[in-house]
């Protein structure tokens, strides 16, 4: 691709053999793409090997079948005529003339800038990664208002100078006051059976209320008929998003550092780390880098329509994450790999319902395939800086993992 009104321009061309090559291939010109966004102009050519090709020589290097089927790829993808395609593809009918303003100007379109937000209304507030927007969005000096449904854990959790809306996503009423003079949302659930219901509700009220824009927590491998339910439920939000109008942006985290700490307890009291995980290496993330790409995306221009794939700067272990946990805390613990049935069946005792356990162990299974194996430069593309590694997460929690009489111990010392 390239344009002759540009600075600089980036192409790829080669073969690859293997699937492995491919996927390097491919993560490494993802990060490319989200390193140079804020310089992008947004033009794209098909290049021909001759000087100046004409319509019909274009057109000719497909079938007609093809043909028709660009051109309506086109359309349907670039309604507003922001791609150029060697000025012979038809722009779309429904957008303006591509060739409408300078180069210059479209630049412009195209750099994030700061958008001044007036408020932001942030769901899922005292969850891991709301209540790490929450922080960001006021470090950044942006008014927050919490949808809560306890505000006197909110408050003792969120501290002073949020805003705190009384409301249920079940609610009608109580969302369209929460939505009241916002303009930005951060939209996330708790994965559970109502979840589609809970958050489209929230999406179709806020295209009533004239929200400016929306940021969908969604999920690595959201795909609609996936294996995995909660996947498919975020799939279907993000169409029913992007269906809505709402100028939004969907971010679909990798496998959270934050659900380790549901197996704190037994780590405290076993020195062990059970899991159905083999060797599956997993590129996961910390949920405060989640939080700073979110805040991002909700006050800077230039993001509106993406969905960006986050994950953390590598791909660890279940036996490196108890490498890391044993430095941090100071003992040594020890990695188990459990069969499937038995890591459903502990989740079950433990209080999970059948189904959710049943999903989470299929969760695994995606990921013994590789699924979340390679790392995307995504968060610091977006934030400027490098994510988290699950070292510094362990760190940051070894009082979590640390054995009774070990808190007991720094308890005594701190005082």
């Not at 958008?115 to 942006?142: C, D, F, H, P």
């Not at 559970?192 to 489209?200: I, K, N, P």
């Not at 977006?382 to 007991?408: I, K, R, V």
């Amino acid at each position: 691709m390239g344009s002759g009104e540009a600075r600089f321009s980036m192409n790829a061309i080669g073969a690859t053999f293997t699937p492995e090559m491919a996927g390097a291939v491919e993560a490494r010109l993802a990060f490319l793409v989200e390193a140079t966004r804020p310089y992008q102009t947004g033009e794209t050519f098909l290049n021909f090997m001759e000087e100046n090709p004409t319509g019909d020589r274009v057109s000719a290097a497909y079938s007609p079948e093809d043909w028709e089927r660009l051109v309506a790829l086109k359309d349907e993808q670039d309604p507003h005529n922001l791609f150029r395609f060697n000025r012979n593809i038809p722009p779309s009918r429904v957008g303006p003339d591509p060739d409408e303003g300078l180069p210059s100007e479209r630049v412009k379109t195209t750099e994030k800038r700061r958008k001044t937000m007036t408020k932001v209304l942030v769901t899922g507030a005292t969850g891991n990664v709301g209540s790490q927007v929450i922080q960001e969005l006021l470090e950044r000096g942006v008014p927050v208002r919490a949808l809560v449904r306890d505000p006197g854990k909110a408050s003792a959790m969120l501290g002073e100078g949020v805003e705190l809306a009384v409301g249920d996503f079940g609610d009608p009423e109580s969302l369209r006051s929460a939505l009241e003079g916002v303009d930005g949302v951060f939209l996330a659930c708790a994965n559970q059976a109502r979840q589609v219901e809970y958050e489209t509700s929230v999406i179709d009220a806020a295209t009533e209320m004239g929200v400016g824009r929306m940021v969908k927590l969604s999920a690595f491998g959201a795909e609609i008929g996936s294996q995995i339910a909660f996947w498919d439920w975020h799939a279907r939000i993000e169409d029913h998003l992007r269906a809505s109008g709402v100028p939004s942006v969907i971010l679909r985290p990798s496998f959270s550092m934050a659900n380790l700490l549901a197996s704190a307890e037994a780590v405290q009291y076993t020195g062990k780390l059970f899991a159905p995980a083999e060797d599956a290496g997993i590129s996961m993330i910390h949920p405060r880098d989640v939080g700073a790409a979110a805040a991002v995306a909700l006050v800077e221009d230039g993001h509106d329509g993406e969905a960006y794939t986050l994950t953390g700067p590598e791909a660890i272990t279940f036996e490196g994450i108890a490498g890391d946990l044993s430095e941090a805390v100071g003992r040594e613990i020890e990695y188990l790999n459990v069969p499937d049935e038995a890591a459903q069946q502990s989740m079950i005792e433990q209080g999970l319902p059948e189904f959710v356990a049943a999903e989470i162990v299929a969760v695994f299974g995606v990921l013994r395939q590789g699924a979340q194996d390679r790392p995307t430069g995504t968060v610091q593309a977006l934030t400027g800086h490098e994510p988290s590694t699950f070292a510094d997460f362990a760190h940051e929690n070894a009082h979590l993992f640390a054995p009774p009489a070990m808190q007991q111990d720094e308890r005594e010392k701190a005082s």
